[in-house]
């Protein structure tokens, strides 16, 4: 088993089939509660949460999970069962439970220990790491969170056997984007472990997504406008950043950072993991009007990630809404 | 004007009539949001936004700012004017109004820049200092909410002038609070100034609440547990805590950390400055069943802090419930 650090006070443990009581420990005698999606409770949760001797609790899976209501449900339940704050809330799930059971342990009575147990790939790689916790907004995704972090992530590899191959593709896609802002080797040959010490090494030199952070962002900026124009549901987060990044890297070769056949090479590696989920009738107009709502654009600017290379990135702003434009349309054609 | 730094990032500004659009220049071009309690419109807060260039939404007065539902109307008002990370929330009340919207400032888009203008004497010396933000749940007071600082304190002290008398004295149990827990002589001469060193020398020294800092819950265990058996609406919370260090005084001579003729001094200091409003049809039973939902003491254990002296108190837990009902019931009948 792999143990990385991360944050002065998280331990990231990479592993498989490693998932025992005897984890806990360090944690002392603190009451346990797992919080785990619907969808995986008979697979792993009510297994995990004998051997660890917690307490159950299920909430919706996916970003049903993120609403103020079902937060709001998660709250109150724990108000219920009388947990105190020498309760230790442990997330097992993807990214939406993640974020959600970070932002309840973050505000349920300022702050109680945390553990995660993500089962997906792209959690494990990214969702997990980085201390940021949200909810959605009807306004947008994520507007609503805070910076929080777990004590521990257990990442158990023997889980993702049972993911279906378009979760994969979900994790595969940041495992890529990695490659392309900071690792050329991973961007040759996928691997996970790097990955995750690459997020580990950008969020520590920039916790509060300050500066170097934004990097990234690449393939976010147009992947978040694609996600809410597709409600959340048609495409995986992945898949929308994997469109995302095609887009980015279309623009770049639009105003001049990347060399065309650069950007092809690109374009043609993305793709190869393919098929990425038709949204052809996706009009870039209404890319354009979601992009001006995102939180990262409310100040005003919409800021861009550019390759200039592959490992290389920069981070533009006050680019030609009519080049953005063209760069979205032009991807989204793109077949796998 | 008195300026005191806390925290690493804020500064306490205290003085008279020195509210001007100067003080904000550190803050460079943020959009400003100033929010303020319904009841101060008219008095100050429409003069304060004209003088500061601010936005101005208001907020229900007194404890109703503080309910979950008042949390989602700020937030939705928020993001419904595309208020976006550049956006510095001003809150200009007292401390319900203080503790919503330093909460909100906490996770409206994972943290806003943040300033506190206190108008009340109790926010000015309390609640305005130490990072706490919080709202109210069905099940307690506070028991939802973050640590986050604002980037600056301005207290102006001429605006207490217009404050009733029973809010100075909401102000005056916490001054005496720190005198008898920190500072003998607040205790003999109550002194804002004082106040707010002694809290800031507390708050620096424990930020997170996990050691010393518990000291300030001096009279705030039976008092939360007072608070809630009134519905929060007939006892201000410095006259509910004047009740809860009359108690918890009482509490120290039962148990013998406290000698009885200290004991007796105390309690006639604290209520030459009285009256109190009488409390006497609230059963001691009912406390002592609060004491129990208190998230202080969810943990299974009552912490009480304890004068072991003016000036000095220990904290201590495992008391006796018979001796706690009976300082409660004794407490509870004495009079002005």
Redesign the interface.
Known sequence: METIHIHSSTKFYLGRNFLKKSLLEPFGKLRRVLIADENIKDLYAVDLSIEMEAELITIPSGERAKS?AAE?RL??EL??R?????TLLMALGGGATTDLVG?VA??????VPLVFIPTTLLAIVDAAIGG???IN???GKN?????YHPKAIFADLDMLKTLPENELFNGLAEILKMGLIHDVSIWKKPDILKAIRGKLFIVGKDP??QGIRRILNFGHTIGHAIEAETAYIRLLHGEAVAWGMLAATRLAELTGTLKGAEADRIARVILSYGPLPAIGDLHPDRLLARLS?D?K????KIHFVLPTGIGAVKVMSGIDPALIRQAAAEALRKKS
């Open positions: 103020r709001k709250m109150e108000f219920k009388g947990c105190g704050r020498d932002f973050s505000i349920y009575m300022r702050g940021k916790t949200a907004a009807p306004y507007l609503i969170g805070t910076y509060r997504d709502s939180k654009t409310m100040q005003g």
